[in-house]
């Protein structure tokens, strides 16, 4: 299995970026899927996360109205559109699969995680 993550990059404040996590060697609409970040010197945290169908999303409250997390079953992937990006945005951003329908919240008891991509905002 395998995650592989793409899209981060420098930016300045208010910008956008558009991440993208495509996978492989999974049965991709098998797997719930997330977003997950790590600022230097903190831990990795929940960004989002989205079920089999796209239907079923959420979000950490300090991204809630500025990321969209979207999926394509039929190619394997998984976006994140980040919007208005802050300073504090700023991290290592992980995908990550999770078998099932059994919805994780928050949690990290993921599978499979991807690579990360950085991302860096300027103020």
């Known amino acids: 299995v395998q995650l592989q993550a793409s899209g981060g990059g420098v930016v300045q404040a208010g910008g956008s970026l558009r991440l993208s996590c495509a996978a492989s060697?999974?049965?991709?609409?098998?797997?719930?899927m997330g977003w997950f970040r790590q600022a230097p010197g903190k831990e990795r945290e929940f960004v989002a996360v989205?079920?089999?169908?796209?239907?079923?999303?959420d979000y950490v409250d300090s991204v809630k109205g500025r990321f969209t997390i979207s999926r394509d079953n039929a190619k394997s992937t998984i976006f994140l559109q980040m919007n208005s990006l802050k300073p504090e945005d700023t991290a290592v951003y992980f995908c990550?699969?999770?078998?099932?329908?059994?919805?994780?919240?928050?949690?990290?008891?993921?599978?499979?995680w991807g690579q990360g991509t950085l991302v860096t905002v300027s103020s």
């Open positions: 989205i079920g089999l169908n796209g239907v079923r999303i």
């Open positions: 060697g999974v049965t991709f609409s098998n797997y719930i």
């Open positions: 990550a699969a999770r078998y099932g329908r059994s919805w994780p919240g928050d949690s990290s008891n993921y599978s499979y």
